[in-house]
């Protein structure tokens, strides 16, 4: 079981579920009941000076749904949703949802969910820990529960989707994939090996093989070069070019 430990707030306008779970969350080790709440109102209040990982929220409320209530959220705050109605299942995934508990549930059904919130969060507190070695050769990631080090000369591209980095690297056909964003991985980056191109890639330059019109080829995957990154990209290029 996980030692780290998650702040949660329960949001249900039912008395008896936000008791059950309530019930629940004091008898998991690694989540910390911080309020229980009968409406998103009086949970959006609280949040405002008492920010929480997880919230265990219902989606049928008065006033406000949980739904609505999700799309308010600090990003920092994940939500596992509780509701009786599994026609909202699709609604859930699209905000993002960690996992979508559905009544009445049980102990083992809130104890997967909650593993789960524990998995993310402990994959979200090692991408905080330094990255890349003082010499800038290794990139240490966290995958499949194993931290992995890679060689930054290994590497042909970053590729970014949400929440999640697909890591493509020679000699591999398969990516590594690790929780992190490309932003907090493009902060880490020595300069002089990578460049973001696009909202969702980092190239390794040494490893571009052809610049065609806007794009890049690199192990046979074309990249485009977006706008909002070419003219950096551009003064790469002329500097490093022959002046015939």
């Keep these: 079981m996980s030692s780290l430990k998650i702040t949660c707030v329960i949001v249900d306008d039912e008395p008896m579920a936000l008791n059950l779970v309530e019930s629940y969350v004091e008898k998991t080790p690694f989540l910390a009941l911080k309020k229980k709440c009968s409406s998103a109102i009086e949970a959006m209040e609280f949040i405002k000076n008492n920010p929480v990982d997880l919230m265990f929220l219902d989606i049928q409320m008065p006033d406000l749904t949980g739904i609505e209530f999700s799309r308010m959220l600090p990003k920092e705050t994940r939500v596992i949703f509780t509701t009786a109605f599994d026609q909202y299942a699709l609604e859930g995934f699209k905000v993002e949802a960690l996992d979508y508990l559905l009544k009445p549930f049980d102990y083992a059904e809130f104890l997967a969910a909650a593993n789960k919130a524990s998995t993310w969060f402990s994959l979200v507190k090692a991408k905080q820990q330094p990255l890349i070695s003082e010499e800038k050769e290794f990139l240490f990631v966290k995958s499949e529960y194993k931290q992995l080090r890679i060689k930054l000369d290994d590497v042909l591209y970053f590729e970014g989707l949400k929440d999640y980095i697909k890591i493509w690297l020679k000699d591999n ?72």
């Design 173 to 244: 056909p398969k990516p590594v994939l690790t929780l992190m964003s490309l932003k907090s991985l493009e902060e880490e980056l020595p300069e002089t090996k990578f460049m973001r191109v696009h909202r969702s890639f980092i190239v390794a330059l040494k490893n571009i093989e052809v610049i065609e019109r806007s794009q890049i080829i690199i192990n046979k995957q074309r990249i485009t070069v977006s706008e909002q990154y070419k003219p950096k990209f551009l003064d790469y290029i002329n500097s490093n070019s022959l002046n015939l």
